[in-house]
């Protein structure tokens, strides 16, 4: 398999949401029990797997704003998507909406989350190699090393650095190439795994090579579809890499 050749890496970034442990469950769970709590039309509203997962990827504050959005749209709330009203009205709701998110998530926290088949042994296999690891995600670090933590991943990494700990999150360059200087490697020779098109524009713009995996969220649209160097569909194809 020489386009999996990890030889070639000193160090690998690896998303964590759609990549190391499908969270779906998590995320409906808690925007279910945020929306209960926050005033008409939301509190009778209800959101589920096949919308979130469309909405996963870039961020905490995208994703209740997504949810805000799509609960307005439903309920006709607003005239259309350009009504300054609407805006106007979810901007007003975010600080409530993302208070109860918080508030829930700190509690629910991986109880409806499941680490993907391939993943501890794709990893056991890259610290026997002696590869540096990161796992880089739009997640809040705090809730995100409380995952890793609780689904025993926690001690494979070097660093974890959530969409908070910079000014910019990905597809922004900005967390891959804090996170190469923090290793202390370059970015040609640090590889990015990840499940959607905000991993590969991220890591394109760093300079990292990016591999994809076929499994995750990748915004509802086929991962195929965004330019990689290799597509994976168990991270266990990196414990049988040469």
């Known amino acids: 398999m020489d386009e999996l050749d990890l030889n070639r890496f000193d160090a690998v970034l690896l998303d964590l949401d759609g990549t190391l442990v499908d969270?779906?469950?998590?995320?409906?769970a808690v925007l279910n029990l945020m929306l209960a709590d926050l005033p008409p039309p939301f509190e009778q509203s209800r959101v589920h797997a096949n919308t979130v997962e469309l909405m996963v990827?870039?961020?905490?504050?995208?994703?209740?704003?997504?949810?805000?959005?799509?609960v307005l749209s439903d309920s006709n709330a607003a005239v259309s998507l350009a009504d300054k009203s609407k805006s106007v009205e979810e901007d007003a709701l975010y600080p409530m909406a993302w208070q109860r998110y918080q508030h829930h998530y700190q509690a629910i926290n991986g109880q409806f989350a499941r680490v993907y088949p391939g993943v501890l042994q794709g990893l056991q296999q890259l610290r026997s190699a002696g590869k540096k690891l990161a796992c880089l995600t739009n997640k809040?670090?705090?809730?995100?090393?409380?995952l890793?933590?609780?689904?025993?991943?926690?001690?494979f990494f070097d660093v974890v650095y959530g969409g908070d700990a910079f000014e910019r999150g990905k597809p922004d360059p900005m967390p891959l190439l804090k996170a190469c200087e923090a290793l202390g490697t370059q970015p040609r020779r640090t590889l990015m795994v990840g499940d959607s098109s905000n991993d590969a524009q991220a890591a394109r713009a760093a300079g990292c090579p990016v591999w994809l995996v076929r499994y995750g969220y990748n915004h509802g649209q086929p991962i195929d579809t965004v330019p990689a160097e290799a597509y994976l569909d168990s991270l266990e194809q990196l414990a049988i890499s040469r």
Do not use: C, H, M, N
Request: cysteine-free.
């Open 57 to 70: 990827g870039k961020g905490s504050e995208y994703l209740i704003k997504s949810v805000l959005a799509k």
């Open 23 to 28: 969270t779906l469950g998590d995320f409906v």
């Open 148 to 155: 890793l933590r609780g689904k025993g991943l926690v001690g």
């Open 140 to 146: 809040p670090t705090a809730f995100a090393q409380t």
